[in-house]
Nanobody
Framework: QVQLVESGGGLVQPGGSLRLSCAAS????????MGWYRQAPGKEREWVAFITSGGRTNYPDSVKGRFTISKNNAENTVYLQMNSLKPEDTALYYCNAVSTGMPYWGKGTLVTVSS
């Protein structure tokens, strides 16, 4: 059973930064892709970043230029650096990993952007 554990969420002022971490219970090289999703209250879960096993990244327009996904294969950890945070970035952020079509999810870490 794969476990993904997120950390790094918290309360931050608009314009601030946070770095989220996702620690996997096995080598992240076994996953085809890893990514981050978020779900705000009353809204559907949406994708915010992904990274392939080869290191290719992609982002939706809503976070492009502000969020950066990266990974440390030796530490089996994926990161999401979030800069220039906006109130609309407030959400529960989930780590996702996909291996041969099977998705795995963490339990989420809460990010609140408010003054």
């Amino acid at each position: 059973q794969v476990q993904l554990v997120e950390s790094g969420g918290g309360l931050v002022q608009p314009g601030g930064s946070l770095r989220l971490s996702c620690a996997a219970s096995r080598s992240i090289l076994t996953f085809n892709t890893m990514g981050w999703y978020r779900q705000a209250p009353g809204k559907e879960r949406e994708w915010v970043a992904f990274i392939t096993s080869g290191g290719r990244t992609n982002y939706p327009d809503s976070v492009k230029g502000r969020f950066t996904i990266s990974k440390n294969n030796a530490e089996n950890t994926v990161y999401l650096q979030m800069n220039s945070l906006k109130p609309e970035d407030t959400a529960l952020y989930y780590c996702n990993a996909v291996s041969t079509g099977m998705p795995y999810w963490g339990k989420g870490t809460l990010v609140t952007v408010s003054s």
